[in-house]
């Protein structure tokens, strides 16, 4: 799939990942510093909202919709994931009321954003990671996913939704 940052093509690290494999695990950093891993199987359905920046408009009404509407959901842990620094991450929950979804950083290991294909090469985003949605299921396997054509567009909220209902 072609990812686009304001219509020019960027060049994606790693493996891309489809609905029916199994989510890779990856150890990312809390706000804390302490480390979790996500992916695999675990206890509730797991929501990776993955972001290139909280500090960008697109990016925060990302976390701020998953904070108001998936989080609520029973059974579910929802995630913010970006490049940003643990510290960065906290603020911007504090500041933004974020209380529903957990922000966890890829800064330090790296490993998320080459594991699920999203971490970006080339151009000026460089580093970060790119716009997606994975929900994983209980047993590990992924059931949903959007890698957005245009890392500058909010992704289709309904959509992932849906799934989770």
Not at 17 to 46: C, M, Y
Not at 83 to 88: G, K, Y
Not at 105 to 125: A, C, M, N, Q, T
Request: charged fraction near 25%; charge should be neutral.
């Amino acid at each position: 799939m072609s990812v686009n940052f304001k219509g020019v093509p960027v060049k994606l690290v790693g493996k891309e990942l489809n609905v029916g494999e199994f989510a890779p695990t990856a150890k990312l950093k809390r706000n804390d510093l302490g480390s979790i891993i996500v992916g695999g199987k675990r206890d509730k359905i797991q929501v990776l909202n993955v972001v290139p920046s909280l500090d960008t408009p697109v990016c925060a009404m990302q976390t701020k919709t998953f904070n108001q509407k998936a989080a609520s959901l029973p059974n579910v842990e929802v995630y913010v994931i970006s490049m940003d620094l643990p510290f960065a991450q906290g603020r911007f929950c504090s500041v933004e009321g974020i209380s529903n979804v957990k922000a966890l950083s890829d800064y330090r290991y790296r490993e998320f954003g080459e594991k699920y294909g999203v971490l970006i090469d080339d151009s000026p985003l460089g580093g970060l990671l790119a716009r997606a949605i994975f929900i994983v299921d209980t047993e590990g396997k992924i059931i949903y996913k959007e890698l957005c054509e245009e890392i500058t567009k909010e992704p289709n909220y309904d959509e992932a939704l849906k799934v989770l209902q």
